[in-house]
Every structure is written in structure tokens, then in C-alpha cells.
């Protein structure tokens, strides 16, 4: 069974860079989370009813937003135009995503996904820039997330699993997490280009720059969610087995590191898998940290990166090649911060 578990585990974690799977992303993470399931025999009537109810609100809130942006397209595109033109420009992206990740908590991490790629649609910035402000408001995103249970699943796990307050996480990671929401904020400014002649022009003709998705489009885009979040359900579980064999009896600062492989699992799995009540807040702050900033290196590794990617068409390869340095560099600077206070 491990074996198998990590046969999957290294095909989720290379298949994606592939052309063909890169264009089924979903479809594939799904086999791979049947696959899993079936190699760890957990298969039961509980985890069919879960796959199938868990992702509705997401995918309900992904469609709405769908249809808002969709029907009150010009007036949106008008209003950030004009915001981002107020004032200085590279401001203007600080000031949005550290805004963004700050409220995701209590806006949802899907909603801010879907604000993150309307704002960067009107913007209509070159590629690389494109995909750096993606990425860099994706981890924004994944860390604000974490300070409410309302800002997505993995909270909600660990303020029930804890029976805590509503203020618990924010008063526990709080310290660490809103200067490094302001942080990516900051370098996400000094990241991208100037505005272009070509967006100054945007400005001078007051046009709108995108056109109006169809109804197709993002009903198609809605499915996809909802199959993303079904795969992550049987992932989680398939993948159970593995995790409570291998990491639960780790140091917290070896787990930080193994948490690393939130980047291709749902950490709301994981974090239910590692919390537990008898632990230290120090520990707890570790894993949750680990968890959360590992989640923004590649695609799979939360709603938000898969949000984003999919509607600007950004490819993993794409995708990876800046946020996995990013990642990396930002675990080992909190690393060091949660060494000392361990």
C-alpha cells in the first residue's frame, strides 16, 4: 500500500509539467485521488457522500462571481481603471493584494482568487508580470485565508478540531501572518513591470480591455472546481494511511518542512491529520505555517493557485518557476523565526 501511495505521490507531484495532463489537470488529480483511494481500501459510503456535497459551496461561489463579473463587467472595469491610475501604480498593486489577503479571511480565499483574476484581466499587463502578481497575491491570499474559519477549509478544521474561538488563529499566527501578507504585498510592487504605453492608452481611450466570458465558459470553469475539490476529498483520504504512519509522531520543525507536500495535497487534510488538542501552540503554529506557505508552489496546492492559473491560462511549468524559489525562500526565512520560539 505505502508504495503505491508513493507512486501516486510522485506522479501528482511531475505529471502536471507534462502538456497533456497540464490541459486535464483536474481530470487527472481526480483519477489519481480515486487511485489512492482505492490503494489505501478506504473506500466508503461516508467518503462518496463527502466527495460529492463538500464542493458545492465553492463551486456555487466560484459561478456566482462568474455570472456578477460577467453582467457588471464595464462598470468594474471602469472603477479599477480609475483606482489604478489615482494613484501611483506600483502602489496600487501593494496596497490590492495586501488588502486581498487580509480580507480573504473573511471574503473566502475562492472569492479573493476570483477579484485577484478580474483585477488582473482589466490591468492587461505583460506576461511576466502577469503571472508574478498571480502568484505573489496567491500566497497573500493562502496566508490571510487562515485567520478566520470563514477564510477556507483548513481553518475551519483546526478551529473545530481545537474547539477554539473565532479569534483563536488570529491570535495565534496573526504575528506572523499580516506582515507576511504586507510583505508580499510589497514585493509584489518592486516585482512587476511599469505600466505600459499599451495600458496607457487604455486610459486615454477609457476603454475596457476584456471581453465578456460566455455562460459556457464559466459554467465549464465551475464543473472544473468542483471536480478539483472532489479530487482533493479523495486525495486527502487516499493518502490518510501514508500520513499517520509517517508524520505524526515528527518533530513540529521536521513536520514544517515534510508539510511541504501541501503544495500537491489539501492541507485541510493534512492539518487534520497533525493537529491535535494536546499540543503546544508553538507546534501548532509550525505545522500551520509550514502548511500554508508551501500551498502557494505549485498549482494543486490550493483553491486560489487553481482559480487564477486556469482562467489566465498559466502552466505549471509557468507557474512553478518562479513560485517554488518564492516558496522556498519564504519557509526558510519563517523557519527561522519558529526555530527561535519553539
Given at each position: 500500500m505505502i508504495v503505491g501511495l508513493i507512486i501516486i505521490l510522485l506522479l501528482v507531484l511531475f505529471l502536471p509539467f507534462t502538456k497533456l495532463v497540464e490541459r486535464n489537470l483536474e481530470v487527472f488529480l481526480f483519477?489519481?485521488?480515486?487511485?489512492?483511494?482505492?490503494?489505501?481500501?478506504?473506500?466508503?459510503?461516508?467518503?462518496?457522500?463527502?466527495a460529492l456535497i463538500s464542493p458545492i459551496n465553492i463551486t456555487l461561489a466560484v459561478f456566482a462571481a462568474g455570472l456578477l463579473f460577467r453582467w457588471f463587467q464595464k462598470p468594474i472595469e471602469t472603477g479599477i481603471l480609475s483606482?489604478?491610475?489615482?494613484?501611483?501604480?506600483?502602489?496600487?498593486?501593494?496596497?490590492?493584494?495586501?488588502?486581498?489577503?487580509?480580507?480573504?479571511?473573511?471574503?473566502?480565499?475562492?472569492v479573493a482568487a476570483i477579484i485577484l483574476v478580474a483585477v488582473i484581466s482589466v490591468l492587461r499587463m505583460d506576461r511576466k508580470s502577469e503571472v508574478r502578481l498571480v502568484i505573489l497575491a496567491c500566497y497573500a491570499i493562502g496566508l490571510g485565508a487562515v485567520l478566520t474559519p470563514l477564510g477556507e477549509p483548513l481553518s475551519t478544521i483546526v478551529i473545530s478540531k481545537l474547539n477554539e474561538d473565532f479569534f483563536y488563529l488570529l491570535k495565534l499566527l496573526g504575528l506572523y501572518i499580516i506582515p507576511g501578507v504586507i510583505a508580499f504585498g510589497i514585493l509584489s510592487a518592486f516585482m512587476i513591470s511599469p505600466r505600459t504605453e499599451?495600458?496607457?492608452?487604455?486610459?486615454?481611450?477609457?476603454?475596457?480591455?476584456?471581453?465578456?466570458?460566455?455562460?459556457?465558459?464559466?459554467i465549464i470553469r465551475s464543473l472544473k472546481i468542483y471536480l478539483f475539490v472532489m479530487a482533493l476529498t479523495f486525495l486527502g483520504a487516499g493518502f490518510q494511511p501514508f500520513i499517520e504512519r509517517?508524520?505524526?509522531?515528527?518533530?513540529?520543525?521536521?513536520?514544517?518542512?515534510i508539510n511541504i507536500i501541501s503544495a500537491i495535497l489539501d492541507n485541510a487534510t493534512l492539518a487534520a491529520a497533525e493537529?491535535?488538542?494536546?499540543?503546544?501552540?508553538?507546534?501548532?503554529?509550525?505545522?500551520?505555517?509550514?502548511?500554508?506557505?508551501?500551498?502557494?508552489?505549485?498549482?494543486?496546492?490550493?483553491i486560489p493557485n487553481i482559480i487564477a492559473a486556469g482562467k489566465l491560462k498559466i502552466t505549471s511549468l509557468e507557474y512553478a518557476r518562479f513560485a517554488v524559489p518564492v516558496g522556498l525562500v519564504t519557509m526558510a526565512i519563517f523557519f527561522v523565526i519558529v526555530a527561535f520560539t519553539i
Amino acid at each position: 500500500m505505502i508504495v503505491g501511495l508513493i507512486i501516486i505521490l510522485l506522479l501528482v507531484l511531475f505529471l502536471p509539467f507534462t502538456k497533456l495532463v497540464e490541459r486535464n489537470l483536474e481530470v487527472f488529480l481526480f483519477i489519481m485521488g480515486v487511485a489512492s483511494v482505492f490503494v489505501s481500501q478506504v473506500w466508503e459510503w461516508d467518503l462518496i457522500k463527502e466527495a460529492l456535497i463538500s464542493p458545492i459551496n465553492i463551486t456555487l461561489a466560484v459561478f456566482a462571481a462568474g455570472l456578477l463579473f460577467r453582467w457588471f463587467q464595464k462598470p468594474i472595469e471602469t472603477g479599477i481603471l480609475s483606482l489604478s491610475y489615482a494613484i501611483p501604480y506600483r502602489v496600487f498593486i501593494a496596497i490590492f493584494v495586501i488588502i486581498l489577503g487580509l480580507v480573504s479571511s473573511i471574503i473566502t480565499a475562492i472569492v479573493a482568487a476570483i477579484i485577484l483574476v478580474a483585477v488582473i484581466s482589466v490591468l492587461r499587463m505583460d506576461r511576466k508580470s502577469e503571472v508574478r502578481l498571480v502568484i505573489l497575491a496567491c500566497y497573500a491570499i493562502g496566508l490571510g485565508a487562515v485567520l478566520t474559519p470563514l477564510g477556507e477549509p483548513l481553518s475551519t478544521i483546526v478551529i473545530s478540531k481545537l474547539n477554539e474561538d473565532f479569534f483563536y488563529l488570529l491570535k495565534l499566527l496573526g504575528l506572523y501572518i499580516i506582515p507576511g501578507v504586507i510583505a508580499f504585498g510589497i514585493l509584489s510592487a518592486f516585482m512587476i513591470s511599469p505600466r505600459t504605453e499599451k495600458q496607457n492608452k487604455l486610459k486615454q481611450n477609457n476603454e475596457t480591455v476584456s471581453e465578456k466570458e460566455s455562460y459556457g465558459e464559466i459554467i465549464i470553469r465551475s464543473l472544473k472546481i468542483y471536480l478539483f475539490v472532489m479530487a482533493l476529498t479523495f486525495l486527502g483520504a487516499g493518502f490518510q494511511p501514508f500520513i499517520e504512519r509517517f508524520l505524526l509522531d515528527l518533530h513540529p520543525l521536521v513536520l514544517y518542512w515534510i508539510n511541504i507536500i501541501s503544495a500537491i495535497l489539501d492541507n485541510a487534510t493534512l492539518a487534520a491529520a497533525e493537529i491535535s488538542p494536546q499540543m503546544d501552540s508553538t507546534t501548532i503554529e509550525a505545522i500551520l505555517l509550514g502548511l500554508c506557505i508551501s500551498g502557494g508552489m505549485l498549482i494543486p496546492g490550493n483553491i486560489p493557485n487553481i482559480i487564477a492559473a486556469g482562467k489566465l491560462k498559466i502552466t505549471s511549468l509557468e507557474y512553478a518557476r518562479f513560485a517554488v524559489p518564492v516558496g522556498l525562500v519564504t519557509m526558510a526565512i519563517f523557519f527561522v523565526i519558529v526555530a527561535f520560539t519553539i
